[in-house]
Structure formats: structure tokens, C-alpha cells
């Protein structure tokens, strides 16, 4: 069972981004605390009830978890008795401009043993693009602080195919990256998503196939291990990303998360206030086989998770096997393997058609 942790707040929104995170309702913490501890009070004494289940990984991720003072994490990780869970991994997201040394070390202290920093880019006028409110040195300083303090895993998150991107800014920012104790990058091409101010403009993003399979390759050939479309590690990859692919029940906490288990997805308020009044009114969505074949193969096709070959019906099968032959699929053990994660939609809607 991997557990997901939502902070929705933020110092500023970046001109991407239609995650829920708020800039203008930190005035609600307490409250949003007290209410992300009743939610989390309830889940676990409810699958404990239904399951003998054990937490494998938690990751808090926003929004911006290091806009919050440390005394919410302090009692959130009371309550969740983390003393007992040392030894699993657990992951915060930082914002450079806010996750000061004090900051990484508390958390640290707390049990936060996976520090993930919203990087994006390396260049001041990229950064300025995209509407982060940091520097480069402030991004630099972040990992460099983290590495002080004893962090073995530390992941920075890129952004690539902006309008602005050329093969020499995106090769400067992984030469960079390249040269920071870092052991994990995500690396995500930009989406020019409803909600965000960027909303519509399509100008803002490039979809260059090539310039993705440069920065890709240029990524892997630094020694980073592509494991997802957007996930590259150097020795350690994240258990709780995988578990996500790898299909695994999760308990989603907080404003606008999603809790999956079993055949069900669960769904607690996205607004902040109505949270806070409510956080145990989930909506509930049941999920279909069909679904869940068809989530499977897209997560397993875009993932070194793969697919078993039992799921495929005989028709599916045929095609799978046209895919193996002409090399854009492998079979291992029954698992089926895609060789190119940026053909995950081609290959999935041709095995599916
Ligand atoms: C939800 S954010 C939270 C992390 C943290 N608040 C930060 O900004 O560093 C997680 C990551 O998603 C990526 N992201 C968000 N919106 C995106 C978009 N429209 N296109 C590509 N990547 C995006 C960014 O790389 C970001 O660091
Ligand atoms: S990218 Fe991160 S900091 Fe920027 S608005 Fe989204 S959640 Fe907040």
C-alpha cells in the first residue's frame, strides 16, 4: 500500500501548472491540517480493519510542502507514528525558493529520507518563461544543502519542450543536473493545461518528437537509467512512482488527491474549504474491468513494469505479436515489454483497436 500525502498551497503559480495548489489560502493550515489528519486517522483504521495492509512507501507532494513550517509536518508524522515506518521511503516535494537548509534538515530529522526539487531548468530566462520564483543558484543550493545534510536520494524534476528550448540550453541544464549529488530526474514535456495561465496558448510548448528523443537519449547517455517516459534514475529508482505503474493500491490524502483500491478510485473534496468542513466525503468511482485492462497497458507500456501476455485477448494477441516481430515490443517471461516509451499511445491503441 503506497500512501500520498497533498499540501495544496503555494507562494505562486507557476504559469504551467493546473495542479490543485492555492497561493492565496495559507490562512486555512491549521485547519487544512486538522483535516488531512482526520482523513489519514480514517483510512488507515479503516483498511486496517478490512486488510492486513502495510504502508511501503509515503510521498507528500503539492503544491509546494515546503512553504509549510515544519510543526504541521511535525504532528502529521505523530500521528502517522513514522518512528515504526523509518525504514520505507519517504519522499516531500520542494520548491528551491522555499525549502531553506533548516527546512531539508527538520524534515530529514522527521523521517523524510527522498527529497524531490522542482528544478525545471537550470536557465534564468527559461525559469522566467515557465513563472518559477527561483534562481538557478537557488536550485543549485537546495540539492547542494540536501547533499550536506545527508540525503542519499535526491531527484530533481525538468521541464523540456518549451517554445524557448534548444539542444544547447536543454544540454547546459543536464550538464548541470549531471554535476549535482543527485540520483534521479523527472523529466516532463511540457502540457499546455485547461486551468493554467498558459491555458490555450499553444505556442508556449513545442511538440517536437525529435527534440524528445535528443534530450532523452542525451539524459541516458549522462547514466541515468530510463525507467518511465519521465523518470530516469542513477542507481535508485522511486518505489513509490513504480508502485503507481506497477498498479498497486494507494491511499490518496488530501484536497483534490485520489485514493485507488481495489477496483475503486476514491476522490476527496478539491476545494480547500470544503475539505476542511468535510475531508471523508469522497466521491467513489468503481472502476471496470475494461479500465483497469486498459490502465494496465498504458502504465505497463510506458514503464520497465511491461505487461503479462495472459491479458490479451487472441485478437490482441495477433497484433501484440505483429509488434513483437517488427521489434517495437519485447517478450520476456510471459511480461511484454514496450522498447520505445514515446510510442506508448501508438502502440497501445494499435494492440487495443
Ligand atoms: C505538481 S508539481 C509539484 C512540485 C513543486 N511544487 C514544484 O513546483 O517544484 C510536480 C512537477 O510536475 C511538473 N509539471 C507540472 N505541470 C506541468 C506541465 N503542464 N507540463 C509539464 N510538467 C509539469 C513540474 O516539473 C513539477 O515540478
Ligand atoms: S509547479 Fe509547483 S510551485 Fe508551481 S504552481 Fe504548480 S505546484 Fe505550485
Same mark, same amino acid.
Given at each position: 500500500?503506497?500512501?500520498?500525502?497533498h499540501i495544496?498551497?503555494?507562494?505562486?503559480?507557476?504559469?504551467?501548472?493546473?495542479?490543485?495548489?492555492?497561493?492565496?489560502?495559507?490562512?486555512?493550515?491549521?485547519?487544512?491540517?486538522?483535516?488531512?489528519?482526520k !482523513?489519514? %486517522? #480514517?483510512?488507515?483504521?479503516?483498511?486496517?480493519? *478490512?486488510?492486513?495492509y +502495510?504502508?511501503?512507501? &509515503?510521498? =507528500?507532494?503539492?503544491?509546494?510542502?515546503?512553504?509549510? !513550517?515544519? %510543526? #504541521?509536518?511535525?504532528?502529521?508524522?505523530?500521528? *502517522?507514528?513514522?518512528? +515504526?515506518?523509518?525504514? &520505507?521511503? =519517504?519522499?516531500?516535494?520542494?520548491n528551491?525558493?522555499?525549502?531553506?537548509?533548516?527546512?531539508?534538515?527538520?524534515?530529514?530529522? *522527521?523521517?523524510?529520507?527522498?527529497?524531490?526539487?522542482?528544478?525545471?531548468?537550470?536557465?534564468?530566462?527559461?525559469?522566467?518563461?515557465?513563472?518559477?520564483?527561483?534562481?538557478?543558484?537557488?536550485a543549485?543550493?537546495?540539492?547542494?544543502?540536501?547533499?550536506?545534510?545527508?540525503?542519499?536520494?535526491?531527484?530533481?524534476?525538468?521541464?523540456?519542450?518549451?517554445?524557448?528550448?534548444s539542444?544547447?540550453?536543454?544540454?547546459?541544464?543536464?550538464?548541470?543536473?549531471?554535476?549535482?549529488?543527485?540520483?534521479?530526474?523527472?523529466?516532463?514535456?511540457?502540457?499546455?493545461?485547461?486551468?493554467?495561465?498558459?491555458?490555450?496558448?499553444?505556442?508556449?510548448?513545442?511538440?517536437?518528437?525529435?527534440?524528445?528523443k535528443?534530450?532523452?537519449?542525451?539524459?541516458?547517455?549522462?547514466?541515468?537509467?530510463?525507467?518511465?517516459i519521465?523518470?530516469?534514475?542513477?542507481?535508485?529508482?522511486?518505489?513509490?512512482n513504480?508502485?503507481?505503474?506497477?498498479?498497486?493500491?494507494?491511499?490518496?490524502?488530501?484536497?483534490?488527491?485520489?485514493?485507488?483500491?481495489?477496483?475503486?478510485?476514491?476522490?476527496?473534496?478539491?476545494?480547500?474549504?470544503?475539505?476542511?468542513?468535510?475531508?471523508?466525503?469522497?466521491?467513489?468511482?468503481?472502476?471496470?474491468?475494461?479500465?483497469?485492462?486498459?490502465e494496465?497497458?498504458?502504465?505497463?507500456?510506458?514503464?520497465?513494469?511491461?505487461v503479462?501476455?495472459?491479458?490479451f485477448?487472441?485478437?490482441?494477441?495477433?497484433?501484440?505479436?505483429?509488434?513483437?516481430?517488427?521489434?517495437?515490443?519485447?517478450?520476456?517471461?510471459?511480461?511484454?515489454?514496450?522498447?520505445?516509451?514515446?510510442?506508448?499511445?501508438?502502440?497501445?491503441?494499435?494492440?487495443?483497436?
Amino acid at each position: 500500500m503506497l500512501l500520498y500525502i497533498h499540501i495544496p498551497f503555494c507562494d505562486s503559480k507557476c504559469f504551467y501548472c493546473s495542479f490543485n495548489s492555492f497561493t492565496d489560502k495559507k490562512n486555512l493550515k491549521d485547519n487544512y491540517f486538522k483535516a488531512l489528519i482526520k !482523513e489519514l %486517522k #480514517y483510512e488507515l483504521t479503516k483498511l486496517n480493519r *478490512l486488510k492486513n495492509y +502495510k504502508i511501503e512507501t &509515503i510521498f =507528500i507532494g503539492g503544491g509546494t510542502p515546503s512553504s509549510i !513550517e515544519i %510543526k #504541521y509536518f511535525e504532528k502529521l508524522f505523530k500521528e *502517522l507514528n513514522i518512528e +515504526k515506518n523509518r525504514n &520505507i521511503e =519517504i519522499t516531500t516535494e520542494a520548491n528551491p525558493n522555499s525549502a531553506s537548509y533548516e527546512w531539508i534538515k527538520e524534515m530529514s530529522n *522527521l523521517g523524510v529520507n527522498r527529497f524531490s526539487f522542482g528544478v525545471q531548468s537550470f536557465n534564468k530566462d527559461k525559469l522566467k518563461f515557465l513563472g518559477r520564483r527561483h534562481s538557478p543558484k537557488e536550485a543549485i543550493k537546495a540539492v547542494e544543502n540536501a547533499h550536506k545534510i545527508g540525503v542519499k536520494n535526491i531527484s530533481i524534476d525538468l521541464i523540456y519542450n518549451t517554445s524557448i528550448d534548444s539542444k544547447k540550453l536543454l544540454i547546459d541544464d543536464l550538464n548541470l543536473a549531471n554535476n549535482l549529488a543527485i540520483n534521479h530526474i523527472s523529466a516532463y514535456s511540457l502540457t499546455i493545461e485547461n486551468g493554467s495561465k498558459f491555458e490555450g496558448d499553444f505556442s508556449k510548448s513545442k511538440d517536437d518528437e525529435l527534440l524528445s528523443k535528443f534530450f532523452i537519449e542525451e539524459t541516458i547517455k549522462r547514466g541515468f537509467f530510463q525507467y518511465e517516459i519521465s523518470n530516469f534514475s542513477k542507481n535508485y529508482k522511486s518505489k513509490h512512482n513504480l508502485g503507481y505503474w506497477e498498479y498497486k493500491n494507494y491511499i490518496g490524502t488530501g484536497a483534490g488527491a485520489v485514493g485507488f483500491i481495489d477496483n475503486k478510485r476514491f476522490y476527496p473534496p478539491k476545494d480547500i474549504n470544503e475539505y476542511i468542513k468535510n475531508p471523508l466525503n469522497k466521491r467513489v468511482e468503481e472502476l471496470s474491468s475494461e479500465d483497469i485492462k486498459m490502465e494496465k497497458l498504458f502504465l505497463g507500456l510506458r514503464s520497465i513494469v511491461g505487461v503479462d501476455i495472459n491479458m490479451f485477448n487472441t485478437k490482441e494477441l495477433k497484433r501484440v505479436k505483429i509488434l513483437i516481430d517488427g521489434n517495437k515490443l519485447i517478450l520476456e517471461k510471459d511480461r511484454v515489454f514496450n522498447k520505445n516509451y514515446l510510442l506508448t499511445d501508438e502502440v497501445t491503441l494499435f494492440i487495443i483497436k
